[in-house]
């Protein structure tokens, strides 16, 4: 019996659903399907069989390096070496990303011949960097009109790094295009089918029904098992000659599927012995080049070669590799493992640069970290260089505090240069740094020796970036940031740099911001120069702003540009601005009565690495929210609020989390929730935005406190604080806010309007405050209705699912996809994703299709 016959018993189904897939995508509605299970499950042997099945469709194929740290993009540098034309073109030049994506559509368009739609093949998903990640997101998103097949292999049994991939699958999940198949292991009886003559019951035992190790134990032939699967895996490399050993060595040790040439250039034995390997099934041809059947095999061979040998295949393959112009990310590796310290500095930093040049940040930060090592070989430039490009990709993915200690080395360097500019742009970047670490004091520090570097210095890109810094600073006079606002104006346009010009359109948006004027048209005109002139961090910026901005404003409608900014930021590896605008769109949530949606949202996002200021960010809206439903935790939450925000120490935040306080004494019952940090807060807020302002102001004065009625508002908290609450009611029900709509219709006085009022709380789940109501109109000896419970198909659904899954479900049988449901709901796609998985499990079924008819079925409708 041979191994991949062994692999493939008990595969026909998923052989069925990829046809079936297969001509979803010949008619044009293309398919991402995810392979899923654990190592050695026979994800490849499932794809590889499909293959072969299909010769009529043109298949690309690719794979992430599992090796070493991955090469960015590398499964679709593999594909545009085998198309050839503009795409390889693409690549060797290392142009911007978006324009490979687009290449790369363009292939998939041209590949098709009307019939049979063109095959992708990315193998070990797991492996993948940032970069390749964000194309298939890319490509999964633009997909359903398509004709292609696009399959991933995945192992799903290994935890990841961080939460990058989590991430990813969750997106591509909430694609329409995609697809999912979990492949389960070999069941007792098809262990047994196997067997032939052996201890099946053993066999099932020792592998767990896992396909590899079966045909692993089988192909071994011995009378005996073998107490472990390692012991299986060495047992059979024993049985190769030792030439063949020595290019299972070199295989291992190259790390990714090579030419014969390569193998017995590293091993030092001849090419002939490849075929040994071979015909063993060990290596198996991939293109023109020879890899291993299975990584595990490739581990276990790499585990066994000794150190001394290992270094000595690394240092062969190091020179070999060199003089072909290898990918620098490979070469690194190598050098890594020959000890090569000189060929680590010549190589690491080149392929940190080209990751972070494809927005691969995390395995940039790998390899700028494993150059660092060695700082004391660098000249002070080169190091300051690096210690700048690894804080920047730090930057760049949130991890701020990581980031803090490189600009610190950086700048301590730059010190000693006597490059003015250099030490400005530093310390600009420097201060950011500080600032995300909500630590005012320092950030403004470190951005006034930067102006002063700049202040008098010749007109350059960062002499209008000191002057843009100051514009924008809360606590800069008014008339001096409009003079700054001049002056970055007049030299970004004197230089012609339309970035520069875009992040003079920011400062102008929001110079007058303290007295709540923002121009929405500066921010627009900031947006199209980031778009236009490729400056994502820019572009990012400005996205984020109009987004947040509006929410902040009560402007909803400008709120549908949420998907469009987050997409953005995440296709172009803006994490930190990601993560803002998910902080915004939980405040949104909040303000729309979406209580439980914005803890959701909260809590899923605070799970990623997230800066200091991002976290009081979305702190301040998980805090709002729970105490508006009554979640004990709402106390500790506000306080790790309050700890952020009193070292971030800006007016702006610090209202807004006064403001929280106030709502939740009242809700909570609690006075000493409203304590000086809270009025503290007010007296500073009196003279900054009047939007955060207002609604303070409004909560103190129903709470008893004495507020200055001087001080000219916006409605409706103009309207609340003038004591005209049936007028704010309306206004908020204008604005689309309903729990503030209640709480303005609670102090009218007026009977009817409190039991409107009490409806409203009641169907937002704001439980605190309709007993706060109920209680007071029970005071005022007013008639109160019993409080209906739950709907009995609520309580108890005919399928045990819970409320939330049951209105999942209800959406998937209107045939919406997840990301439709996600905003329909309010919820993540992340969320959906996980609704609808549980769904599927308590239906018993495998796809969505079949969960709504399921669901019709359970329910009788």
Sequence with gaps: MTNATTQLLEREVFLDALAEYAADAAS????????????GIGKTSLVDSFRAQRPE????????????????????????????????????????????????????????????PVGVVVEDLHWADEATLDWLCHLSRRLSGMPALVLLTH????????????????????????????LPRLSPGGVAELADGHDAAHIHALTGGNPFYVGELLALGADEVPPSVADVVRARLQRHSPAGQRILAAAAVIGRPAPAALLAAVSGVAAAAVDECVSSGTLVPVGHDFGFRHELTRRAV?????????????????????????????????????????????????????????????????????????????????????????????????????????WQRAIEIRRTLHEPADLARCLRRYGVCLWRLCRTADFRAAHDEAFELMRDADDSAERALAFYNRATDEITPLAERRLALDECTRISKDLGDEALVGRSCMAQAFVEADRGIIDFDALEEALEHGLRSGDTLLAAAAYTNLYETSIDMLRFAAAERYDESLSYCLEHEQHTYSLCL????????LRRGANEQAVALAQETLEEPTSPVNRMHIMLGLARAAYRLGRPEARAWLEETWELGVGNDQTFWLVHIATCAAEGSWLTGDPTLVDERVLDAYRRGFTDDPWAHGELMAWLGRLGHDVDLGRELVPPCSLEVEGRYAEAADAWHALGCPFEEAVALTWTGDPEAMKRALDLFTRLGAAPAARNLRTLLQEQGIHVPTQRGPRATTAAHPAGLTAREAEVLDLLREG???????????????TVDHHVSSILGKLGVDNRAEAARAGAARTGT
Excluded at 28 to 39: C, Q, S, T
């Design 155 to 182: 192992r799903d049994d290994e935890p990841g790094e961080d939460h990058l991939l989590t991430d990813v699958m969750g997106r591509l999940a909430a694609h329409s295009s995609t697809r999912r198949i979990s």
């Design 302 to 406: 790499e585990e066994a070669v000794p150190h001394v040998q290992a270094e000595e295949l690394h240092r062969i393959a190091l020179l070999a590799l060199e003089q072909a112009d290898a990918d620098a990310a490979e070469l690194t590796h190598h050098a890594l493992g020959a000890g090569d310290v000189d060929a680590i500095l010549r190589h690491a930093p080149r392929a940190g640069r080209a990751a972070a040049q494809a927005s691969a940040h995390r395995e940039a930060i790998v390899q700028f970290r494993r150059a660092l090592e060695h700082a004391d070989r660098m000249s002070p430039q080169e190091r300051a260089d690096l210690e700048e490009a690894a804080a920047e990709s730090l930057s760049t993915r949130d991890q701020w505090k990581e980031a803090e200690p490189h």
């Design 57 to 116: 469709l043109r298949w690309l194929w690719g794979a992430c390096d599992g090796g070493f740290t991955p090469r960015p993009l590398g499964p679709l540098h593999d594909m545009a070496f085998d198309v050839g034309g503009r795409l390889r073109e693409l690549c060797v030049a290392g142009n911007d990303r978006n324009e490979l994506f687009a290449a790369f559509l363009e292939v998939l368009e041209a590949g098709s011949d009307g019939n049979h």
């Design 816 to 830: 919406l996809t997840n990301a439709e449901i996600a905003k329909r709901l309010y919820l993540s796609p992340r």
């Design 28 to 39: 044009g509605h293309g398919r991402l399907v995810v392979v899923a299970g654990e190592a």
């Design 582 to 589: 998910r902080g915004s769109r939980v405040t949104e949530l």
